[in-house]
């Protein structure tokens, strides 16, 4: 199938809402034009270098994400570009993106990484962390920073159920963060679940997945 043609079979089975963000990491600008043209409009990427390289080359109404572990040097690089920073995994990243967004005199919009996953490899605040930070009150008071939802990723295994648990505590954090702290409403995206997850991570309340290899192909190391 084509790539417009995978977009359209899994756009058809999102529930009203949820938005698809194109992962195009490792992919070529060609392939990511090609999803253009057949509608999709966001798109992440896991490297600053990439994400800066591919821009120019696309069209400007393209949503750029940036979904990977961001160093805190690499943020001045994506500031100009990117529309969505979903891996904020530490108050000094948070810090970091302020300064570089005040600096340029722009705003962006965030969302925190909860871990809660298995696996140690992958970042993120604990959901004890990010409910600490946000009672000491470190996520307020960024004034070109909007933060606008959390973002997961589950354990890669085939057990179904504890991948729907994961993402089952990420949205309820969701919920009680929205509840107590962030109550404005663009404070409205949870950003959960890959190719082999995706449908679960709908079920327990995505309102934004994250999907490469089923658009794409593997990917062009
Ligand atoms: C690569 C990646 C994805 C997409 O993974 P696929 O399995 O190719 O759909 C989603 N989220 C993050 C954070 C990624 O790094």
Same mark, same amino acid.
């Given at each position: 199938?084509?790539?417009?043609?995978?977009? #359209?079979?899994?756009?058809?089975?999102?529930?009203?809402?949820?938005?698809?963000?194109?992962?195009?990491?490792?992919?070529?600008?060609?392939?990511?034009?090609?999803?253009?043209?057949?509608?999709?409009?966001?798109?992440?990427?896991?490297?600053?270098?990439?994400?800066?390289?591919?821009?120019?080359?696309?069209?400007?109404?393209?949503?750029?994400?940036?979904?990977?572990?961001?160093?805190?040097?690499?943020?001045?690089?994506?500031?100009?570009?990117?529309?969505?920073?979903?891996?904020?995994?530490?108050?000094?990243?948070?810090?970091?993106?302020?300064?570089?967004?005040?600096?340029?005199?722009?705003?962006?919009?965030?969302?925190?990484?909860?871990?809660?996953?298995?696996?140690?490899?992958?970042?993120?605040?604990?959901?004890?962390?990010?409910?600490?930070?946000?009672?000491?009150?470190?996520?307020?008071?960024?004034?070109?920073?909007?933060?606008?939802?959390?973002?997961?990723?589950?354990?890669?295994?085939?057990?179904?159920?504890?991948?729907?648990?994961?993402?089952?505590?990420?949205?309820?954090?969701?919920?009680?963060?929205?509840?107590?702290?962030?109550?404005?409403?663009?404070?409205?995206?949870?950003?959960?679940?890959?190719?082999?997850?995706?449908?679960?991570?709908?079920?327990?309340? #995505?309102?934004?997945?994250?999907?490469?290899?089923?658009?794409?192909?593997?990917?062009?190391?």
């Amino acid at each position: 199938m084509s790539i417009g043609e995978n977009i #359209s079979k899994i756009t058809s089975q999102l529930p009203e809402g949820v938005k698809l963000v194109a992962v195009s990491k490792y992919h070529p600008v060609e392939k990511l034009q090609e999803a253009y043209d057949a509608g999709q409009r966001l798109f992440g990427e896991n490297h600053a270098q990439e994400m800066v390289k591919k821009h120019p080359q696309l069209p400007p109404d393209i949503e750029w994400h940036m979904i990977g572990h961001l160093q805190t040097n690499k943020v001045r690089m994506i500031m100009p570009v990117v529309t969505l920073i979903e891996s904020i995994d530490s108050v000094k990243l948070l810090k970091t993106v302020e300064k570089e967004a005040a600096r340029i005199g722009r705003s962006v919009d965030v969302l925190l990484q909860l871990h809660v996953a298995q696996e140690e490899t992958k970042s993120g605040f604990s959901i004890e962390e990010l409910l600490n930070a946000a009672t000491q009150g470190q996520l307020e008071g960024y004034d070109h920073v909007r933060i606008t939802g959390v973002m997961a990723m589950a354990t890669n295994t085939p057990d179904v159920k504890q991948v729907a648990h994961e993402f089952g505590m990420v949205r309820h954090t969701y919920d009680l963060l929205k509840k107590e702290f962030f109550t404005y409403p663009e404070f409205k995206d949870v950003s959960m679940g890959m190719s082999h997850d995706w449908k679960i991570a709908v079920d327990q309340g #995505s309102t934004m997945v994250r999907i490469g290899t089923d658009i794409f192909g593997p990917r062009e190391y």
